[in-house]
């Protein structure tokens, strides 16, 4: 008798917390505002952006939490340059300890809009502190308030290409044309930001030009969101101290505009980022936006073209989902004794002439890298929903990875999301490590062992073969 009482019980919380029967999908959606106050910082190791002057747009915390009556997951995209592992973790235990959302449910990442402060304790005021815990509350109202938006519904997903706005920005060079890195080091082959050669080859990698949506509608077919994911690196043509979401945010508010349904709740757009750890910004296509035009273009442009596909996809009730987490430890590139003398010597003198324009930067990264541990650990996701499948990292993701990972992958159709759960730098793959360039040059920004790439594709193929 006290068994049945109990079992009453759980299913009444199960009824109360917005849980259908299974195979019975229902979905929920939310934004909350977390744009920073004046002041904050929007400065990045290398990018000086100065503190908060004013807003261009808004950025938000944007939920999406599904529900086949057994499993519950949340996707969480947050217009941040970069979240920390602590952050993502505040605001997943804030929604556990409220409704009891197991916190390896929920997958949180950052677009990687570059207007906008890194949540990852570079600024060391006050008020960026503050920033901290307030987005870290925000994003954990967005769950939240996703959570009770849950409604009976029925999701569809599909992809177009986007060739013409996505580059790699890695340059292949002939050796002995590229000059010295910041560490005064010579015979790297590639140009990228802030690298200068003499002989460009060819781009050092491919592109994935797929845009891939998820479409999630109620069964009267209005829309609660739509998830894109998309591989360019951000779009810029920003202005110092002004706050902005980049196209992630346009997009994301597009979808709003031309989805909503009178008398419901918005269609709440998320942009989540792929693999664009080595893809460059837009090509302009010949056009000369002025600052904020070319986010505002392109963002328009994947909505009108999300919008028109959307039209066509069928939707199902009838999906399972199911989700892993996986811890994942690696090693820390850490510093030589030789590498922090060198470090040393620069910034013990400010007049020291230096190889690189940016080598002051590296001693800097330097020191903060030799106060690292040995090993990190990082978590990998993965998500099937009916024959979706979602693989994370917490990385900036080359787009080789991710096309290997989606040919590999057991599912008819895979996403990946990057910069997820935390934040772990460049993700090189070995043979790009090999070449050089800006994104393998140690720093807080990339700091993982050589061979985390493969370690960390071999693990989410496992892990996606599990929810096969
Ligand atoms: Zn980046």
Redesign the pocket.
């Known amino acids: 008798m006290k068994k049945i009482l109990i079992s009453t019980f759980l299913l009444s919380l199960l009824l109360l917390n917005g849980s259908a029967s299974a195979g019975e999908l229902r979905a929920g959606a939310a934004k909350v505002d977390i744009t920073p106050p004046p002041g904050v910082s929007l400065d990045g190791s290398i990018s000086k952006n100065g503190p908060v002057s004013a807003i261009h747009d808004r950025l938000h915390a944007r939920a999406l939490v599904l529900d086949d009556g057994t499993t519950r997951i949340a996707i969480v995209i947050v217009d941040s340059?970069?979240v920390a592992e602590e952050v993502f973790d505040g605001a997943k235990q804030i929604v556990h300890k409220q409704t009891g959302f197991p916190t390896d449910r929920m997958l949180m990442a950052a677009t990687?809009t570059?207007a906008a402060p890194r949540l990852i304790h570079i600024g060391t005021n006050p008020i960026d502190d503050e920033y901290h815990r307030d987005a870290t509350q925000k994003i954990a109202q967005a769950v939240l308030q996703a959570e009770k938006n849950l409604v009976p519904a029925q999701l569809g997903h599909g992809s177009f290409q986007l060739e013409g706005l996505i580059a790699c920005r890695r340059f292949l060079c002939e050796p002995g044309s590229v000059e010295p890195n910041p560490f005064g080091e010579t015979g790297e082959r590639i140009k990228s930001v802030a690298g200068k050669s003499s002989a460009v080859i060819k781009p050092a990698g491919p592109v994935d030009p797929e845009f891939s949506v998820i479409s999630v509608q109620d069964h009267q077919g209005d829309q609660i969101a739509v998830l894109g994911n998309f591989s360019v690196?951000?779009c810029g043509g920003y202005r110092r101290g002004l706050v902005s979401a980049d196209y992630f945010g346009q997009f994301s508010e597009q979808i709003q505009a031309k989805l909503s349904t009178t008398g419901k709740l918005p269609a709440i757009g998320l942009m989540s980022n792929g693999t664009?750890?080595n893809t460059g910004a837009f090509q302009n296509q010949g056009r000369k936006f002025q600052p904020f035009e070319g986010m505002q273009y392109y963002g328009r442009m994947m909505a009108d073209k999300t919008v028109k596909l959307i039209e066509e996809l069928p939707h199902n009730s009838d999906l399972d989902i199911a989700m892993i987490q996986k811890p994942l430890t690696l090693h820390v590139r850490k510093p030589s004794a030789e590498r922090v003398e060198w470090a040393k010597g620069i910034l013990a003198d400010p007049d020291a002439k230096t190889p690189h324009r940016w080598s002051r930067i590296y001693a800097n990264e330097t020191m903060h890298l030799s106060k690292y541990p040995e090993t990190t650990t990082i978590k990998l996701q993965a998500i099937r929903i009916g024959d979706l499948a979602i693989a994370s990292a917490p990385c900036?993701v080359f787009a080789e990875s991710g096309l290997a990972l989606k040919k590999a992958s057991p599912h008819p159709k895979t996403i990946h999301i990057e910069l997820a759960n935390g934040y772990g730098g460049?993700l090189p793959p070995r043979e790009q490590h090999e070449l050089g360039g800006y994104e393998t040059w140690p720093a807080r920004?990339s700091f993982l062992e050589v061979d985390a790439e493969r370690k960390i594709r071999e693990t989410q193929l496992e892990m996606l073969e599990s929810l096969k």
């Open positions: 340059c970069m990687h570059h690196h951000y664009s750890g900036e460049y920004s």
